[in-house]
């Protein structure tokens, strides 16, 4: 019998629910409307697969931390969850170029400021001594 608490003990089922999930969720505002641009359609699956690959990783990170309740679990869990939103920017940005800007920062560089404070979450985890 299927129990959604042992979804994330199974890391291949939980990694195919990620890509559907993440696939319907985006394949109407973006992936159809953008199905015959060619190599943009190929950036577009970047940014995607970023998100599938985050969300899937960040769960992961969630769910060892509520295990295990550790300053590093809770610091990496944080960074993976930034990073969705880096990459949420960032396709935002690829797919709309023009449309959204905060007010003189673009929103391209709001992903770059993103995507660098994840970086500096993750290696805030790797070097704190517990």
């Known amino acids: 019998m299927f129990k959604p608490e042992n979804l994330v003990e199974r890391k291949s089922t939980l ?7 993440v696939i319907a969720i985006l394949a109407l505002p973006i ?3 953008h199905l015959l641009h060619g190599y943009h359609l190929a950036h577009i699956f ?4 970023g998100i599938t690959l985050a969300v899937f990783i960040s769960t992961l990170a969630l769910a060892a931390y509520f295990r295990l309740r550790t300053k590093r679990l809770l610091l990496s869990a944080i960074a993976f969850c930034t990073f969705i939103g880096a ?3 960032l396709l935002v940005d690829s797919t709309w170029p023009t449309m959204y800007d905060l007010g003189i920062l673009p929103l391209n560089e709001v992903g770059h400021l993103l995507t660098f404070i994840t ?3 993750l290696a ?7």
């Open 15 to 21: 990694f195919s629910v990620v890509v559907t999930g």
């Open 31 to 33: 992936i159809i409307p």
């Open 46 to 49: 970047l940014h995607i697969g």
């Open 87 to 89: 990459e949420s920017v």
């Open 119 to 121: 970086l500096g979450l």
């Open 124 to 130: 805030l985890g790797v070097f704190r001594n517990d």
